[in-house]
């Protein structure tokens, strides 16, 4: 979890204060008076314009560093076919997300390119090795006009984000390319519900204005407001995060003050569509009607001074009509992760009103809809630029990306399991257990791992030269990329069963976050039932004694468990603190000393937690 600030180059300065939609064409008119306009395409003659002009969005959101093809189930896109049949697509890698961004912008002389945040942060190795600057560089080599930030903006604090934005080489590690000084973004990073604790002003610009031959289109960014309990306390010490409708409802009046009147709101936060398909049309039983989770509560309360939402966070696919305060219809966009799809919206512009035309939206399964997804394919020509880019980072990174770590002898999924409990998360807890079970090591009895942590898979075939089965620094590294210190603590075996407790109730009842836990603890998940009765505590037990309430057991976990991150206000409570080596330490340790090319590891059987459904 990764927070970068941003910057604004003097020649492509955005106008008023920047708000937050990611989609590649925004910065075009949002450059202040007497600067060029950085509309895509080019206008027409001297004739009287039309009264509505189709002014095209672009979107994408949670790119986390991305620049290379995702490997494994993480770089696939699913299809449901007109059989109803589902399809897996090959999908992603910035070479082939500028391809279809460039493609999709011709004969379109009014294009916006925005984001939904998490553009930075728990990257692979490729970008995180060199604090995520890789990644801005293609993001200004695509065009992007916009984005609001994520709560992985922050996963190095306010001051790295800031750095981002406005440039200068990393304060401890200094410039990565000799004769080189990191230019920083040249887009705007919105952040209107994140202010300073001290001073009460947002940290950087709230919203943007773009502009072209007398199109007005604003930009309203902000983050979920729970940031602070998804990030390191570091991360976000002296921030504040404010509730995202207030926020935006009150930029919005701001800018309608000014003569905004056409406003679209990015925000770093989503919802979960009934079905994982791409194309699934989540209007097909009414305006909608097939999405839950955070974004439709947001989307019900945010003024209909608002045309459109980009938004992000979840990770998934959908284009949904959610109808505003007003009961007129509204786009609510989200395009997945890690470059894999795009949006295309069509937003028509009234000349007269200044306002976009809304009467006509159409869902994605409706004749010629509105907003559609599509995917980022790679039957597609790879953009040169794109290519180059990638090319001198690697090299830059291949002495430490290329060291062998250990050996698999089949995918190990993390990120792509959909189960409780991932293969790969007993095996990240169980390297955690041995590294910090030593006395002289902390002594811990179990470790907890937070499942949001495991960013991908260890994928068994090749990614490169070093053969299948091989796990690599670069693979370890996409693996668990947040270099978190871990801890171990003390805790009462009545704060280990509220811990897992608070996995299925409070903040995480509606989005259970289920810990990966180290051999030897076991227990039983009833999910016929509701809240903490989810966790059967007489079921809880370590090395096949139950947990008892009494006791005080050392237990390992990163320093973000250890802060009460994702919820866990219990395991925050823990004390007697040790601090050992880093989380990705303990992972390559486990894994040279448990394999080999003759003996490589196998899929563990992950069947610590049994599970009721």
């Known amino acids: 979890m990764s927070a970068k600030p941003q910057k604004n180059r003097a020649s492509r300065r955005v106008l008023a204060a920047a708000a937050g939609l990611a989609t590649v064409g925004a910065l075009a008119a949002a450059m202040p008076a007497g600067a060029h306009d950085r509309g895509h395409g080019h206008g027409h003659g001297?004739?009287?314009?039309?009264?509505?002009?189709?002014?095209?969005?672009?979107?994408?959101?949670?790119?986390?560093?991305?620049?290379?093809?995702?490997?494994?189930?993480?770089?696939?896109?699913?299809?449901?076919?007109?059989?109803?049949?589902?399809k897996a697509i090959p999908a992603g890698g910035v070479e082939y997300l500028a391809s279809s961004l460039r493609t999709a912008r011709e004969g379109h002389p009014y294009s916006i390119t925005a984001a939904g945040g998490d553009m930075v942060g728990a990257s692979p190795l490729l970008s995180g090795l060199f604090h995520d600057e890789p990644t801005?560089?293609?993001?200004?080599?695509?065009?992007?006009?916009?984005?609001?930030?994520?709560?992985?903006?922050?996963?190095?604090?306010?001051?790295?984000?800031?750095?981002?934005?406005?440039?200068?080489?990393?304060?401890?590690?200094?410039?990565?390319?000799?004769?080189?000084?990191f230019k920083g973004a040249d887009f705007p990073y919105l952040a209107a519900n994140v202010t300073n604790e001290k001073t009460g002003r947002p940290i950087l610009k709230p919203y943007m204005v773009w502009k072209k031959n007398g199109v007005k289109i604003g930009f309203i960014g902000v983050t979920l407001e729970g940031t602070p309990d998804i990030v390191t306390a570091n991360g976000v010490k002296g921030l504040k995060f404010h509730?995202?409708?207030?926020?935006?409802?009150?930029?919005?009046?701001?800018?309608?003050?000014?003569?905004?009147?056409?406003?679209?709101?990015?925000?770093?936060?989503?919802?979960?569509?009934?079905?994982?398909?791409?194309?699934?049309?989540c209007d097909s039983s009414g305006p909608g009607d097939g999405i839950s989770g955070p974004i439709t509560d947001i989307a019900k309360g945010i003024t209909p001074k608002v045309d459109a939402l980009v938004t992000g966070h979840t990770h998934q696919a959908y284009v949904c009509t959610i109808p505003d305060p007003a009961g007129n219809p509204r786009m609510v966009t989200s395009a997945s992760s890690f470059g894999k799809l795009y949006t295309d919206t069509t937003l028509t512009y009234d000349r007269r009103t200044k306002d976009i035309v809304r009467t006509s939206v159409k869902s994605a399964g409706a004749q010629n809809p509105q907003s559609v997804n599509h995917i980022v394919t790679r039957d597609q020509p790879k953009a040169d630029d794109m290519t180059a880019l990638i090319a001198r980072w690697n090299a830059l990174a291949a002495p430490i990306a290329n060291r062998p770590q250990g050996y698999i002898s089949a995918d190990i999924n993390g990120r792509g399991s959909a189960a409780y409990e991932k293969p790969l998360g007993d095996l990240i807890a169980d390297a955690q257990l041995e590294g910090l079970a030593p006395a002289d090591k902390g002594g811990a009895v179990l470790a907890l791992m937070n499942p949001g942590g495991i960013r991908a898979d260890l994928v068994h075939k090749a990614s490169g030269s070093e053969g299948d089965g091989v796990v690599t620094y670069g693979e370890s590294f996409t693996v668990q990329p947040f270099t978190n210190m871990m801890n171990v603590v003390d805790l009462t075996g009545a704060q280990l069963i509220t811990a897992l407790q608070q996995q299925v109730s409070g903040s995480n009842e509606a989005g259970p976050k289920i810990l990966q836990i180290s051999k030897g603890l076991t227990y039983t998940l009833d999910m016929t039932k509701s809240g903490a009765a989810r966790v059967v505590t007489d079921t809880i037990k370590l090395n096949g004694e139950a947990i008892d309430p009494a006791k005080t057991y050392r237990v390992a976990m990163n320093e973000f468990l250890a802060g009460g991150g994702d919820g866990f206000a219990a395991l925050g409570q823990g004390t007697n603190k040790l601090v050992g080596p880093s989380d990705l330490d303990v992972f390559n340790a486990y894994?040279?000393?448990?394999?080999?090319?003759?003996?490589?590891?196998?899929?563990?059987?992950?069947?610590?937690i049994t599970v009721i459904q």
């Open 591 to 608: 894994l040279a000393a448990h394999s080999s090319a003759a003996a490589p590891l196998a899929p563990p059987a992950a069947d610590r």
């Open 46 to 86: 001297h004739h009287k314009p039309a009264r509505t002009v189709d002014v095209q969005l672009l979107s994408f959101n949670d790119l986390h560093g991305n620049l290379e093809p995702p490997a494994g189930s993480a770089g696939t896109v699913t299809e449901t076919q007109p059989d109803g049949t589902t």
């Open 243 to 281: 509730d995202e409708i207030e926020t935006i409802n009150k930029y919005a009046k701001e800018l309608d003050r000014q003569g905004v009147k056409s406003i679209v709101a990015l925000i770093h936060e989503g919802g979960q569509p009934a079905s994982t398909s791409y194309n699934y049309d």
């Open 136 to 181: 801005i560089e293609a993001l200004n080599k695509l065009d992007l006009d916009v984005t609001s930030v994520g709560n992985h903006e922050f996963d190095e604090g306010a001051t790295e984000l800031a750095r981002l934005q406005n440039g200068g080489c990393h304060p401890v590690e200094g410039c990565y390319e000799k004769g080189k000084k």
